[in-house]
């Protein structure tokens, strides 16, 4: 029995003895595990330090293509304007004395399509009117344009302000070495106009009778050889030079067939041209006529024609008109 209690004693004693030491085991394995974590985080960290060292440095660069932008400065300068071109050079047909007169022969240009200007010459006295054609720069444009009207028989000459005003003085521009090509007189601007329409005529008047000049040329030739194309369109004209005076166109004898229309007012049957002419010379109210040769059975006769018409009340309208005058005509169809 005593026995007995000495042994369980001694194995309470051990059992308490084993419940106040520490348990090793867990703590070993908390320790394991300590560092392992430790280990971990730093091997983390040493790889991290690693590959960020061996990678390559990436840096922006521009391409070699686009250059920089450019800086402006700021500047309060202000640009010079462009000096306008100066026209000197003065293109001058004529000069009148009075501004009526002048504007009277701007109005013919204006007829051909032709711009003109008037002003005063105010260095003149009494004070003169020129009429301008056109301004230029250089002096060698404004002849360019002197020989090209010259070609259609209009004179004028170039004109610089440092010219002076001596030049200046009452004139009219003639052009006698010129053949122009005419289509006959005519006693108004709407009759000249109008047998004239399509041609682009200059029309000009001399003492009641209005002329349709056609055109202009330097030599007997081209004259000539405008007339024949008219003639082909029926279209009858002739040569004439200043030179051969205003009665030239006034009494003018054509012996070329008549427009190619089908009613002709005419008067009389003449045995020879120049009897024909002298009849319709004789008559002042007579201004515009073609001497017409035609055929009489088998006889050549010549006719006062005094216009040719399409249709045939044209025809008797200007049959009586012409009877109102004391003229007795007739009406021919072909």
Known sequence: MGADNRNYNDGMGDMQGYRTMPNFKWFRLAIVSVIMIISTIALVFLGHFVSSKNQPTRSLTVP???PPPAVIEPTTETPLPLAPERFDYK???STHLGYQAAETHANQFTTKGIE???WEVNQADPPLYAIQLGA???RSDCDSQVLRLKKTGILARCWHPADGF??????KPTSPTYYKVILGAFPNYAAAQAAS???SPYIWENNGIYVAQVGAYSTENESQAAVEKLAKRGIVSYVWQERDGFDAIRNRAVSTPPPKQNYHVVMGVFKTQELAKQKASSI????NYIIWENALGDKTVYRILLGSY???ADAKTKQQELSTQGIQSFIIFE
């Open 284 to 287: 002042a109210s007579i201004t």
């Open 116 to 118: 003109s200007y008037i």
């Open 310 to 312: 399409t249709s045939k």
């Open 197 to 199: 329409a399509g041609l």
């Open 91 to 93: 293109l001058i047909t």
């Open 166 to 171: 001596d030049g200046f003085h009452v004139d």
């Open 64 to 66: 070699a293509s686009v």
């Open 136 to 138: 230029y720069p250089t």
